[in-house]
C-alpha cells in the first residue's frame, strides 16, 4: 500500500485498502472558518444531534473575513464564538488566531498518520507532516461533526520524485507551481500526490506546507510527504498526544510515477488566470505591477518573511507599489517582530497586517480595482480572486514578490539583489 | 423527469466564478443565488428558469471548498449540471445537497446553448430533441447512490446514527 492507503485503512479499522474502494473513516480533526463554520452549524442541527462527537476534535479558527470587515461578517463570527462556547470545541479567537493551515500545525493539533478533514480546500496542507488531510465542504463537516467520521473513495497516489538541488531563489513554491503547470488544473483530479526525492528532503518544513497546499490546484485530494527527522523535529516541542507514522511499502501501487529534475528550474510565476498557467520568470516579459501581497496560508510563514525581509532590507518598495505583508500566525508575527524583520518591511515602505486571509480570496486589506495587477505569494489567481473581474492575479514565491515590489515590475530576486 | 435549457460553459469553471467571495459574509442560500455565476456570466440570473441546466467540459467547480456554490446554482433553479468531469470537492458538496450531476462527455460535446434537455435521473438517460439523440451518463458509484436516495448526507447520516442508536440499545 502506498502512504495514503495505510493511512485510510487504518482509520476504516481494515487490513487493506485500494484506490476506488469506500470506506468510513475515523478522523483526528475536523476544521471549519468563519465563511464555512455557518453552513456547517445549520446543517449540524438538522441532523438533531446534540453534541459533536468529541469537543477537543473540532477547532473552528475565524480567519477569512477576520478581523470582522463587515457587520454580516461580524454575524456569521458571532455565530461561530457561541457554537464553540457552547460545545466546548476549540476554538481560536482574534489575537491568538493565525490563517487555519498555518496556525494548526504551530498548535500541533496536526500530527503524522492523522486523518483530518476540513471545509477548506487548503486543508491539504497538512499533508506535509504525514497526515491525510483534504478539504470537503460544510454538510461533510456537519456529519463528521455528529458522527466522528466520514466516508471517502480511497484515491490513487500519483508519486512525484524530485532530483537535483535548488537554485538560490528557487524554492517550495516554484516546484509546487512547476508542477502544477506540468500536470494542469485538473492532472491530479480524485488523485492524492506523494512528495519525494533529494529535493524534497532538503526542503524545510515551511516549504514542504508550501507544496503539500497546493496540491488541491492541480485537483488533489491530498498531497503528503513521508515522515523524516525535519518532521520530527517540528512536532517534537509540539505534540501534546501519541502518533503513528507511516510509510509506503515497497511494492506500493502508484497511479503514476512522474521525475522531474530540478536543479536548473528558474523561479516560477503563474500567470492569469490559472494557477497552471505558469513560465519560468526569464520568459515574463515586461509586467508592471500595483501591488504585491506576501502571506497566506501558503506563503505567510516565518520562513518566507525572512526570505522577503532578506530582500527588501535596505531597498524601497517602487512608490506606485502597495506592498502587502501578512504574517500567518500570532506566532509568526511575533517571531518576525523578535527578528526585525517587521522593522525591514516597515521601513522599505510595505504594511504589516494583522493574520487574515483577506486579500487571498478578494475579502479586505487589498482588494484590487479593474485594470489593477498584482503578484501574490497566495494560492489561487482565477478571474476575480483578489477583487475586480477586471484585475490580474500572478502568483509567485515570496522572493519574487519582494523583488517585484522594489521593482515595481515582475522582478527576479537576481536582478534587485547583488 | 427534469427538463430545462442548457447555460453552456467550458473548462475550469471555477467557485471563484460561480459565487465570488465578496458575497460569503452571508449563509443564506436566496442570498447567494442572487450572485449565482456572477463572475463568468453575470446575465445569468437574468436568464435563468426554473429547471434549467448548466453543461461545462471539464474540471467544473475547481478551487475552494465553499458549499456556497452549489448552494447558490441549486437556489437559482437550476434543476442539473451535466459536464465532462467536476471537481473533487464540488462533487461531494453537490451530492450531499441533493443538486444532481451528471457525467457524461457525448451529451456535452452534441449541446448547443439554448438547447432543451430531458434528464431522466434514475436511469442517466439524456434526451436533445433539439438535435434528435440521447446520451446515457456514467451511473454513480453504489455508495453514493445511497447518499442520493436518502435525500442528501443529512438525512443519510440520520439513518446511520439512528440504526447506530438501535444496535446500542440491543
Not at chain 1, 497546493?214 to 501519541?242: F, H, Q, W
Not at chain 1, 519560468?280 to 496560508?297: F, M, R
Amino acid at each position: 500500500m502506498t502512504l495514503v492507503e495505510k493511512i485510510l485503512a487504518a482509520h476504516a479499522g481494515k487490513k487493506r485498502v485500494s484506490p476506488g474502494e469506500f470506506v468510513n473513516v475515523r478522523v483526528d480533526l475536523v476544521l471549519a472558518n468563519d465563511i464555512t463554520a455557518p453552513i456547517a452549524i445549520r446543517e449540524f442541527r438538522r441532523i438533531g444531534v446534540e453534541r459533536v462527537f468529541s469537543p477537543h476534535k473540532v477547532v473552528m479558527v475565524p480567519d477569512h473575513f477576520m478581523p470582522n470587515k463587515d457587520i454580516p461578517s461580524a454575524e456569521q463570527a458571532k455565530l461561530v464564538r457561541q457554537f464553540c462556547s457552547q460545545q466546548g470545541t476549540l476554538y481560536f479567537e482574534v489575537g491568538r488566531m493565525g490563517i487555519e493551515h498555518v496556525l494548526l500545525p504551530e498548535q500541533g493539533l496536526v500530527l503524522p498518520g492523522d486523518v483530518v478533514i476540513g471545509a477548506d480546500s487548503h486543508t491539504c496542507t497538512y499533508g506535509a507532516l504525514g497526515a491525510f488531510a483534504t478539504g470537503m465542504g460544510s454538510t461533510d463537516i456537519a456529519a463528521a461533526m455528529a458522527t466522528g467520521d466520514i466516508w471517502m473513495r480511497v484515491p490513487p497516489t500519483i508519486k512525484l520524485v524530485y532530483h537535483g538541488s535548488l537554485g538560490k531563489w528557487v524554492g517550495g513554491k516554484d516546484l509546487i507551481l512547476y508542477t502544477i503547470g506540468a500536470l494542469g488544473v485538473d492532472g491530479a483530479l480524485y488523485s492524492a500526490m506523494e512528495f519525494g526525492g533529494d529535493a524534497i528532503d532538503a526542503l524545510s518544513m515551511d516549504g514542504r506546507f508550501t507544496m503539500a497546499n497546493m496540491a488541491i490546484e492541480a485537483g488533489a485530494k491530498a498531497g503528503i510527504c513521508r515522515v523524516d527527522n525535519k518532521t520530527l523535529d517540528y512536532i517534537k516541542s509540539r505534540a501534546k498526544r501519541s502518533y503513528n507514522t507511516y510509510e509506503p511499502d515497497e511494492d506500493a501501487q502508484y497511479s503514476k510515477v512522474i521525475e522531474y529534475d530540478v536543479s536548473a528550474i528558474e523561479p516560477q510565476v503563474a500567470l492569469p488566470h490559472l494557477p497552471a498557467n505558469t513560465r519560468p520568470i526569464s520568459q515574463l516579459g515586461k509586467v508592471e505591477i500595483d501591488q504585491a501581497v506576501i502571506g497566506s496560508c501558503t506563503n505567510g510563514r516565518l520562513e518566507d518573511l525572512e526570505v522577503a525581509a532578506g530582500i527588501l532590507a535596505g531597498r524601497m518598495i517602487a512608490p506606485w507599489v502597495r506592498c502587502i505583508i501578512i504574517p500567518g500566525s500570532q506566532q509568526v508575527y511575533l517571531d518576525a517582530l523578535k527578528e526585525g524583520l517587521i522593522e525591514v518591511f516597515i521601513r522599505a515602505g510595505a504594511v504589516v497586517s494583522t493574520p487574515t486571509c483577506g486579500p487571498c480570496l478578494g475579502g479586505h486589506m487589498g482588494v484590487l480595482a479593474a485594470g489593477e495587477r498584482c503578484i501574490s505569494t497566495t494560492n489561487r489567481n482565477f478571474v476575480g480572486r483578489m477583487g475586480s473581474p477586471q484585475s490580474e492575479v500572478y502568483l509567485s514565491s515570496p522572493a519574487v514578490a519582494a523583488a517585484s515590489a522594489i521593482a515595481g515590475i515582475i522582478t527576479s530576486p537576481e536582478e534587485v539583489t547583488d | 423527469m427534469l427538463k430545462g435549457k442548457v447555460h453552456k460553459y467550458g473548462a475550469n469553471v471555477d467557485t471563484d466564478a460561480i459565487i465570488p467571495a465578496r458575497y460569503l459574509n452571508v449563509s443564506e442560500a436566496a442570498e447567494l443565488a442572487k450572485h449565482c455565476m456572477e463572475g463568468i456570466d453575470p446575465e445569468f440570473v437574468k436568464r435563468v428558469q426554473p429547471g434549467d441546466i448548466i453543461m461545462a467540459t471539464t474540471n467544473f467547480g475547481c478551487g475552494s471548498s465553499r458549499e456556497h456554490a452549489p448552494l447558490a446554482i441549486k437556489t437559482s433553479g437550476v434543476s442539473c449540471i451535466i459536464a465532462k468531469s467536476f471537481a473533487r470537492i464540488f462533487f461531494r458538496n453537490a451530492i450531499n445537497i441533493g443538486l444532481p450531476l451528471l457525467e457524461c462527455d457525448e451529451a456535452v460535446d452534441h449541446t448547443e446553448a439554448g438547447d432543451a434537455l430531458e434528464v431522466d435521473l434514475s436511469n442517466g438517460r439524456i434526451k436533445n430533441p433539439t438535435k434528435g439523440k440521447t446520451f446515457t451518463a456514467k451511473p454513480y458509484p453504489d455508495f453514493m447512490a445511497e447518499i442520493i436516495s436518502a435525500g442528501g448526507l443529512i438525512e443519510y447520516t440520520k439513518k446511520r446514527l439512528e440504526s447506530r442508536g438501535a444496535k446500542s440499545e440491543v
